[in-house]
T-cell receptor, first 112, second 114 residues
Framework: QKEVEQNSGPLSVPEGAIASLNCTYS??????FFWYRQYSGKSPELIMS????GDKEDGRFTAQLNKASQYVSLLIRDSQPSDSATYLC????????????FGIGTKLQVIP | DGGITQSPKYLFRKEGQNVTLSCEQN?????MYWYRQDPGQGLRLIYY???????QKGDIAEGYSVSREKKESFPLTVTSAQKNPTAFYLC?????????????FGAGSRLTVL
């Protein structure tokens, strides 16, 4: 079982719709959870971080964490073509010094 | 401006050669990381360093070496023992303040073996 799992996609949504990206993790003791956006050929940039159960909103982005289900998601409201990118889920596993483990990433395509 | 500088951006290597990728940060972060990314795959951890003069192997350390002589610098050497080194290499530093654990990435170095 992979430590951090994501569907590689592509996930296609029409412009203006809500994009829903999902991630599961295997280490029940995981402490910190991140969503990074990566445009083709570029380095990842942090979109959201979440550390406790529930929802965290920042503009059009909402991160949701459910530690009991070992599940973290990212919702993008009013999706724009500029949101087309690969979204990487990352988790700080328990044990070790804050080592961050990444999922394979989900490719999002927003169709104009 | 604070940030992470990776160089070179593009690098070509002949088989059997060692190459060194540079990573410098001025964010005053203690921890630094090297990841490798292949097409269609996520980021895989090569090495990480928590403090100066200390570093730990990640999941795919074979064929790579690092040093951490200064807080600001964490160079990665890709040795001839790395059988498939063509990849996108990403250096990151970590803000561990207040348990944030956020990674900040450099722009990356793309290595191609000829």
């Amino acid at each position: 079982q992979k430590e951090v799992e994501q569907n590689s996609g592509p996930l296609s949504v029409p412009e203006g719709a809500i994009a829903s990206l999902n991630c599961t993790y295997s280490d029940r003791g995981s402490q910190s959870f991140f969503w990074y956006r990566q445009y083709s050929g570029k380095s990842p940039e942090l979109i959201m971080s979440i550390y406790s159960n529930g929802d965290k909103e920042d503009g059009r982005f909402t991160a949701q964490l459910n530690k009991a289900s070992q599940y973290v998601s990212l919702l993008i409201r009013d999706s724009q073509p500029s949101d087309s990118a690969t979204y990487l889920c990352a988790v700080t596993l328990s044990g070790g010094y804050q080592k961050v483990t990444f999922g394979i990433g989900t490719k999002l395509q927003v169709i104009p | 401006d604070g940030g992470i500088t990776q160089s070179p951006k593009y690098l070509f290597r002949k088989e059997g050669q060692n190459v060194t990728l540079s990573c410098e940060q001025n964010l005053n972060h203690d921890a630094m990381y090297w990841y490798r990314q292949d097409p269609g795959q996520g980021l895989r951890l090569i090495y990480y360093s928590q403090i100066v003069n200390d570093f730990q192997k990640g999941d795919i350390a074979e064929g790579y070496s690092v040093s951490r002589e200064k807080k600001e610098s964490f160079p990665l050497t890709v040795t001839s023992a790395q059988k498939n080194p063509t990849a996108f290499y990403l250096c990151a530093s970590q803000d561990a303040g207040a348990g944030a654990n956020v990674l900040t990435f450099g722009a990356g170095s793309r290595l191609t073996v000829l």
